[in-house]
């Protein structure tokens, strides 16, 4: 995976014109994976995948160590403030 941070670098004239996720254009910085075929996020869906995709992608990579270590366990993300309510005890106490 490259991050292309201009139109002068090698990688720039080997990338795609258009993002992969949007079909928008491609214009530094943008996202470049070759590697089984071709990825490129351009900087919109950078930033709009930042919490969604990439937390998707962290979470899986995660699961899959884990599971390479102990087959029978997962993880799973949770809203922080109700993990946080749940540590002290639920709803009830504060
Ligand atoms: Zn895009």
Redesign the pocket.
């Known amino acids: 995976m490259t991050v292309i941070l201009s139109k002068d670098s090698i990688e720039y004239r080997q990338a795609p014109a258009h ?1 992969t ?2 079909t ?1 254009p491609l214009w530094p910085p943008f996202i470049f994976w070759l590697v089984q075929g071709q990825l490129c ?2 900087r ?2 950078i930033e709009n995948s930042g919490k969604g995709l990439m937390a998707d992608l962290v979470q899986a990579r995660a699961i899959i160590d884990l599971q390479s270590l102990y087959p029978d366990h997962t993880l799973e993300r949770q809203h922080l403030p109700t993990w946080i309510r749940n540590l002290k005890g639920g709803d009830g106490e504060q």
């Open positions: 993002c996720m949007c928008g996020l351009c919109t869906c």
